[in-house]
């Protein structure tokens, strides 16, 4: 439940400029997309938002205070969820909570009843509580993002930013994971940041959506302004018309709602 203000946001990494004088407010609550091809700046913009990469110039600002390194309020998700495979999925959740724990509680779990029942919640909420105990290796990928998901959920944050959290998934586990992570968004009134290749998949579960072209920001808008002219924008020569659940409604820029 945080309001993030990006002010002319620029990164550079010697002669590359991954991210270019971007700038955008995101209101608290709201379920962003962030999307471009591959180098265009998207996990360079996550990082930065996440406190993981300083900026070059300009600055990102979290309810008003500027974000110079990780803080508890901000969970990160990333692609190769980063879970451990010989712990079970609740292990792996209650693991969230290790910033306020501590790290030799956390090994140990000896965290409060407080501390585990808000593991099995956040299980409950990606759908794994009868899996709690499951050896997270033993899991499939779309099951093991979502221990991810529970993770950071229980981190308790008030912004959740995901990096393709599912680039590396099958069409169907795919929407599965993004349909549990905007459940979960809503859910708790998070500001929710997630990156994506799909643009179908971004369609359906994204609200307002922001699009990266060579570090710059080239679109900004809500789902019924997301026509082909704007994809095409903002993936430039590559052939984006399978990239659409339905291309005649989008070319129409019909504002039809995409049940999930
Ligand atoms: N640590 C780094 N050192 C040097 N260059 C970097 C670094 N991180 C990113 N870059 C460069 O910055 C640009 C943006 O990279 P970034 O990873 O943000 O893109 P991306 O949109 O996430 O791409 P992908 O879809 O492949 O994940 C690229 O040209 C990349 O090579
Ligand atoms: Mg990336």
């Known amino acids: 439940m945080s309001r993030i203000v ?35 700046g ?20 979290l309810d008003g205070e500027p974000m110079v390194a990780p803080r508890p309020e901000v969970a990160m998700i990333f692609q190769q969820h980063n879970i451990i495979g010989d712990l079970s999925a609740y292990s792996n959740a209650l693991s969230g909570g290790v910033h306020r724990s501590g790290f030799l509680t956390s090994v140990l779990q000896l ?12 299980l409950d909420t ?15 990928g779309g099951q093991q993002q979502r221990v991810g998901i529970a993770r950071a959920l229980v981190q308790r944050p008030d ?31 998070l500001t929710t940041f997630c990156s994506l290749h799909q643009v179908n998949i971004a369609r359906k579960f994204g609200q ?30 590559i052939d984006t018309e399978g990239m659409f659940v339905d291309t005649e409604a989008t070319r129409s820029a019909d504002s039809e709602e995409v049940p999930p």
């Open 208 to 237: 307002r959506f922001i699009g990266l072209r060579d570090g710059k920001k080239v679109f900004d808008g809500y789902r019924d302004e997301l026509t082909i002219d704007v994809v095409d924008e903002i993936y430039g020569d």
């Open 111 to 122: 965290q409060d009843t407080a501390e585990k029942h808000r593991a099995l919640e956040a």
């Open 42 to 61: 998207k996990s360079t913009l996550l990082r930065s938002m996440c406190g993981l990469t300083a900026p070059t110039e300009g600055e990102i600002l």
């Open 6 to 40: 990006i002010d002319g946001l620029t990164k550079t990494f010697g002669e590359t400029v991954a991210l270019d004088d971007v700038s955008f407010e995101v209101p608290e609550g709201e379920f962003v997309i962030v999307l471009g091809v591959s180098g265009s």
């Open 159 to 189: 912004v959740l930013l995901a990096d393709e959290p599912v680039a590396s998934l099958d069409p169907g586990s795919a929407q599965g994971v993004m349909r549990y992570l905007r459940d979960a968004s809503e859910e708790r009134g």
């Open 126 to 140: 990606v759908g794994l509580l009868d899996e709690a105990e499951q050896k997270a290796r033993r899991m499939s």
